[in-house]
């Protein structure tokens, strides 16, 4: 899954544009790896997932970032992410 990663928000949180990419609104700030972990986290209780099934593959210093989620289908991945689609 590919998404924009946006730090020091007031609340974690997960958006779907029309066009359907992914942001997401964290409420750590972008130093010493805080944001990618709440990220992680944040990704984990979305998907209902253990924090250790999310990983990280690339952009670990860049807002555009490559997450893979062990344990959940492509099916499964557009579903929740259609929970999220802004109208």
Do not use: W
């Not at 066009?19 to 805080?34: E, I």
């Amino acid at each position: 899954m590919h998404l924009k990663a946006k730090p020091n928000a007031r609340r974690n949180q997960l958006l779907v544009a029309a066009d359907g990419t992914v942001a997401v609104r964290l409420q750590a700030p972008p130093q010493d790896g805080k944001a990618n972990a709440c990220l992680l986290a944040y990704l984990a209780e979305v998907f209902g997932v253990a924090k250790s099934s999310v990983e990280l593959l690339s952009g670990h210093t860049a807002p555009s970032k490559k997450i893979a989620i062990a344990g959940v289908s492509e099916i499964d991945l557009q579903m929740v992410l259609q929970q999220y689609k802004a109208d």
